[in-house]
């Protein structure tokens, strides 16, 4: 796990159902002797009131859905007024923390064109039809017109297929194609 300062680790309960664990939940508090920071500014504030608990996703653990729960506090800023205090694993109000967002960042690289299909509703080695260009677009070195007029470029190949079809029609070689 993560160290957050100003934060403890108060609980962590396993969820189960038929002796099958469906989910942790760890529970987290602010440490007593801290005071809340701005969220803006991030200097330290008196305290106003706490939130409502919340839930953020966070990376599985043993493959096991993982959750963090945490009533925010409300901090009085000198400068900003009364505002929700910084949480340092989320990213405003983003229901994931910012470990999940790296870790699933990571296995989207990891992943190649080739892959993604089965898991995410495409069929072995194609993509979905794009939109067509605009009227007049020539978008010559445009990476924005390649993809509208069904080309991706990948690495150094060209993957081109029909705006009408998610089919293959081309895997060119284009050496001189610069890298995204």
Do not use: N
């Not at 987290?28 to 803006?40: D, F, V, Y």
């Not at 200097?43 to 729960?69: N, S």
């Not at 009085?76 to 790296?102: F, L, Q």
């Not at 190949?157 to 079809?165: G, H, T, V």
Request: aromatic share 12%; hydrophobic share 35%.
């Amino acid at each position: 796990m993560q160290r957050f300062a100003g934060f403890v680790y108060q609980e962590v309960r396993m969820h189960c159902r038929q002796g099958q664990v469906q989910s942790i939940e760890v529970t987290l508090e602010p440490h007593g002797g801290i005071r809340g920071r701005c969220s803006r500014c991030r200097r330290p504030a008196a305290g106003y009131d706490r939130l409502p608990k919340r839930r953020w996703l966070f990376v599985p653990l043993w493959g096991i859905p993982t959750w963090f729960c945490y009533a925010p506090r409300r901090v009085e800023c000198a400068e900003h007024g009364v505002v929700v205090e910084h949480i340092p694993w989320s990213d405003g109000k983003r229901p994931v923390t910012c470990a999940m967002m790296g870790f699933l960042a990571r296995w989207a690289r990891r992943l190649s064109w080739r892959e993604e299909p089965p898991g995410f509703g495409g069929v072995g080695g194609t993509f979905p039809a794009p939109a067509c260009p605009p009227e007049g677009e020539t978008g010559k070195g445009d990476f924005k017109f390649l993809a509208a007029a069904g080309c991706l470029p990948v690495r150094h190949e060209l993957i081109c297929y029909p705006r009408d079809s998610p089919q293959l029609l081309t895997a060119t070689r284009k050496p001189e194609f610069p890298e995204f």
